[in-house]
């Protein structure tokens, strides 16, 4: 008995520690939120407390996976992406593996996307397009390009994190041979490409639904939203969408219904996906002209920035604007965990604790990054989205990974 006890205790505290990770973009399933629990609600002056920085990561905008305290990033370092893996930690460096040769870009050099952890594969793709798969201790199993599979580069380079469903490792080349392909995840043998769909690719990430009885594959690209059938890539359903310059924001599924968005003056709407794949735009409007920092929907509002706007709360049913805020922080991306938004401004690399809450903006504190980049391009700005994973909080300016510790316990 005592044993069985043992055990039971032991699963769910691997169950809980495990629920803490965030093995790839937007956390576990995507939404941009953290199931964390027990942290600061409110920080002190100048900030929590910084646990460790590690400034040698080199260019880029990669984000984080932190899975079994490992931290995996990429960056270019001398001319070469790469995969980079750190103690989460401490920030010790562990491994580094060449994912290809360096994206060079006016608004700033290197990878844009996120790995993404996987039981014992690390997937990541460089924004040339090379995609590679490495074990734990970064040996290379395969590795693919998307120019092979008929893909072209898109203007800022590829930044879409791959998506791990099932056996498919998923991305998004784009073009005349498919727009999206799978992968068997453990060979990187294609098992399908969107022959149906054959969009260029832009700058979002796909997400994975259950929806009218069948697993489908979602993404945006500059002229569509669609739903593809996950066991053929096949078109199940499309939306128009004007995306004008870049299409960047990951959409958001929620009972049938998705919510994109778009900067450049474009805007946002909600699709209804019906009975038999039938879709419809619910509304239509320019509350949210998302960028690039992401949009959340935490209980029934959504919450980002606006450009013109500010940080929005908007209803996400109506699309009605809740409220607004752009003089307590400046333009930028978020995450949200324990009801709390964690949001960067790109321009001064000021770091906000605010309660996401449809009865304003409330801030429970705020500190700005330091040291911060020296090799920035002189047009990029701070737009790594924040990740937090285990009590702690990691931010990054190009070379410099930080971990602030926000643990309350």
């Given at each position: 008995m005592r044993i069985t006890l043992t055990l039971v205790i032991l699963a769910s505290c691997l169950q809980s520690s495990l629920a803490l990770d965030w093995p790839q973009w937007r956390g576990p399933d995507r939404t941009g939120i953290s199931a964390e629990k027990q942290l600061l609600k409110n920080w002190p002056e100048g900030g929590p407390t910084r646990i460790w920085i590690n400034s040698k990561m080199g260019l880029g905008y990669?984000?984080?996976?932190?899975?079994?305290?490992?931290?995996?990033?990429?960056?270019?370092?001398?001319?070469?992406?790469?995969?980079?893996?750190?103690?989460?930690?401490?920030?010790?460096?562990?491994?580094?593996?060449?994912?290809?040769?360096?994206?060079?870009?006016?608004?700033?050099?290197?990878?844009?996307?996120?790995?993404?952890?996987?039981?014992?594969?690390?997937?990541?793709?460089?924004?040339?397009?090379?995609?590679?798969?490495?074990?734990?201790?970064?040996?290379?199993?395969?590795?693919?390009?998307?120019?092979?599979?008929?893909?072209?580069?898109?203007?800022?380079?590829?930044?879409?994190?791959?998506?791990?469903?099932?056996?498919?490792?998923?991305?998004?080349p784009g073009?005349?041979?498919?727009?999206?392909?799978?992968?068997?995840?453990?060979?990187?043998?294609?098992?399908?490409?969107?022959?149906?769909?054959?969009?260029?690719?832009?700058?979002?990430?796909?997400?994975?639904?259950?929806?009218?009885?069948?697993?489908?594959?979602?993404?945006?690209?500059?002229?569509?939203?669609?739903?593809?059938?996950?066991?053929?890539?096949?078109?199940?359903?499309?939306?128009?969408?004007?995306?004008?310059?870049?299409?960047?924001?990951?959409?958001?599924?929620?009972?049938?219904?998705?919510?994109?968005?778009?900067?450049?003056?474009?805007?946002?709407?909600?699709?209804?996906?019906?009975?038999?794949?039938?879709?419809?735009?619910?509304?239509?409007?320019?509350?949210?002209?998302?960028?690039?920092?992401?949009?959340i929907l935490y209980g029934d509002h959504l919450y980002g920035y606006s450009d013109g706007n500010g940080w929005v709360c908007q209803e996400f049913k109506t699309g009605k604007e809740v409220w607004s805020e752009k003089r307590a922080l400046g333009k930028g991306c978020l995450t949200i965990a324990e009801g709390m938004m964690y949001c960067v401004d790109e321009g001064r690399g000021d770091v906000a604790l605010a309660a996401a809450s449809p009865d304003g903006w409330k801030q429970h504190g705020k500190f700005r990054l330091d040291p911060q980049s020296k090799i920035r391009s002189r047009r990029g700005k701070i737009w790594t989205h924040p990740v937090v994973a285990n009590g702690k909080l990691y931010l990054r300016d190009q070379e410099h990974v930080y971990c602030y510790n926000i643990s309350a316990k």
């Open positions: 990669s984000s984080f996976a932190v899975v079994k305290g490992k931290l995996y990033t990429m960056g270019s370092r001398n001319g070469t992406e790469q995969l980079i893996c750190l103690d989460a930690n401490t920030g010790t460096e562990e491994w580094a593996t060449k994912i290809g040769s360096e994206l060079k870009n006016g608004w700033g050099g290197g990878p844009r996307g996120t790995p993404t952890a996987d039981g014992q594969n690390i997937y990541a793709m460089g924004g040339q397009g090379n995609l590679i798969c490495t074990d734990l201790n970064g040996k290379t199993k395969w590795q693919a390009s998307m120019s092979e599979l008929g893909g072209k580069k898109p203007y800022w380079g590829y930044s879409e994190s791959v998506l791990i469903d099932g056996d498919f490792a998923l991305c998004t073009g005349s041979q498919g727009a999206v392909v799978a992968f068997n995840k453990k060979t990187g043998k294609v098992i399908w490409q969107s022959k149906q769909f054959t969009d260029g690719a832009q700058y979002s990430s796909i997400i994975p639904i259950d929806h009218n009885g069948a697993h489908q594959y979602i993404q945006l690209t500059m002229k569509s939203l669609v739903g593809l059938d996950s066991k053929t890539g096949n078109t199940l359903w499309k939306s128009s969408w004007p995306g004008s310059t870049a299409v960047v924001p990951t959409p958001v599924f929620n009972e049938g219904k998705v919510y994109i968005a778009s900067g450049y003056s474009v805007g946002c709407k909600l699709v209804n996906v019906g009975p038999s794949n039938q879709v419809s735009d619910l509304w239509v409007n320019k509350v949210m002209k998302n960028h690039h920092g992401g949009v």
